[in-house]
């Protein structure tokens, strides 16, 4: 498969708060927009095809509060300079299949996913002409798809979307199902670090270990280009690699019942760290052991 000319920029949260299974929705949205000062959205606008002029659409279809959600992205990139930012509330299926809506993800540059239920955005819009659209941008153009949230637990093929963090290692605790499919073999979950999610990653890996989970702690995210993965952000990206697990209960056991996992491999990244998904290596910028050089 080639590699998309697209860039994919997923963020842990911190704004529109819920999944399936949380309806703690925010409604102070401003004391939530530090992220936006630590250079997510400026990387957004700086990737994008026409800088500052670019169009960008934020989609709030996964949102309970779209007109507030909506709004304050909408101030922040134009906060940052932005131009052409509208705003994008896909309702119900008919309309993700109308010509207009089409004709906006046509013109569009960015796509920006916010946060909410993804179990809501993925069945309003998967299959739709409008979602075949934007992996259509994302494959051939040079284009940007970015979540946040239910945004981006959205973005790969496979999504978690039901689970409790304190129960996420006993057996049949967490849901998933298809997402919109833009990155294949990996898992994103988010709200990572500030939500204890770490059982849900482990369970999702275990369950098919050719999957990379990545938890996105807040204030942060991962930018994603020609197969490299950096870190963005003022926190943690936790990495699972299922591919070196010795042993595991998982098929002896009852649903319900603890998860015994041998020889897991977790990476942590910081601002600016990248993994590459080819070659599966990760590189630490501020390495202690290999720095950069000095000049003498």
């Not at 957004?44 to 779209?66: F, G, L, M, R, W």
């Not at 101030?75 to 010509?99: M, P, Q, T, W, Y």
């Amino acid at each position: 498969m080639t590699k998309p000319v697209g860039k994919l920029i997923v963020i842990g949260g911190a704004v529109n708060k819920g999944s399936f299974a949380e309806t703690d929705f925010d409604q102070n949205i401003e004391k939530n927009l530090n992220f936006f000062e630590r250079g997510i959205l400026r990387k957004i606008i700086n990737e994008s095809k026409h800088k500052e002029d670019s169009v960008i659409e934020i989609i709030t279809t996964a949102s309970q509060i779209p007109q507030i959600v909506g709004s304050e992205y909408k101030k922040a990139f134009e906060f940052l300079g932005a131009r052409n930012v509208n705003i994008l509330d896909v309702h119900n299926r008919d309309e993700a299949n109308s010509d207009a809506i089409v004709a906006r993800a046509n013109a569009a540059d960015v796509v920006m996913f916010t946060g909410g239920d993804q179990l809501r955005l993925t069945s309003i819009l998967g299959g739709t002409r409008f979602h075949d659209t934007i992996l259509l941008k994302y494959q051939e153009q040079d284009f940007i798809y970015s979540g946040t949230s239910a945004g981006a637990a959205a973005a790969s093929e496979n999504m978690i979307y039901q689970g409790s963090s304190s129960e996420a290692l006993l057996k049949g605790e967490i849901k998933t199902t298809q997402g919109l499919g833009l990155i294949d073999n990996v898992i994103i979950d988010t709200h990572f670090v500030q939500r204890g999610r770490i059982g849900r990653l482990f369970q999702a890996v275990v369950n098919n270990p050719r999957t990379l989970g990545i938890g996105l702690g807040e204030d942060t995210g991962l930018f994603i280009h020609n197969e490299v993965m950096t870190a963005v952000g003022s926190g943690l990206v936790i990495l699972v690699d299922g591919r070196f697990i010795k042993d595991t209960n998982l098929t002896n056991i009852n649903l319900g019942e603890p998860i015994s996992i041998d020889n897991l491999t977790v990476h942590v990244l910081s601002m600016n760290d990248h993994y590459d998904l080819t070659t599966k290596i990760l590189t630490i910028e501020n390495s202690q052991f290999n720095p950069i050089p000095q000049d003498r």
